[in-house]
Nanobody, 117 residues
Framework: QVQLVESGGGLVPPGGSLRLSCAAF????????WGWYRQAPGKQRELVSR???????VYADSVKGRFTISRDNTKNTVYLQMNNLKPEDTAVYYC???????????WGQGTQVTVSS
């Protein structure tokens, strides 16, 4: 069993920055893909960014140039650096991982990000 623990959310004014972290705890697994998703009130959960084992990244158009995803394989941790935050970035952010050897998906508990003055 693997547990994902997120941290780093909070309240920030427009133009501010936050860094989210998500660590995987457990044993006997290899993480192939990390992802960050978000869900705003009344909206569907959407992909924010994803990073594969070889470092290939994908970003939603709405966050390109502002958000950066990275991973530390030695710590089984993924980060999302969010700069120049906008009110429309307000949402609950969830980390996601796809791992093996038995292909399995896990979700974090979610962390609230609120961008407001």
């Amino acid at each position: 069993q693997v547990q994902l623990v997120e941290s780093g959310g909070g309240l920030v004014p427009p133009g501010g920055s936050l860094r989210l972290s998500c660590a995987a705890f457990g044993s006997g697994f290899t993480i192939y893909v990390w992802g960050w998703y978000r869900q705003a009130p009344g909206k569907q959960r959407e992909l924010v960014s994803r990073i594969t084992n070889d470092g290939t990244t994908v970003y939603a158009d709405s966050v390109k140039g502002r958000f950066t995803i990275s991973r530390d394989n030695t710590k089984n941790t993924v980060y999302l650096q969010m700069n120049n935050l906008k009110p429309e970035d307000t949402a609950v952010y969830y980390c996601y991982t796809h791992l093996g050897p038995t292909p399995t998906n896990y979700w974090g508990q979610g962390t609230q990000v609120t961008v407001s003055s």
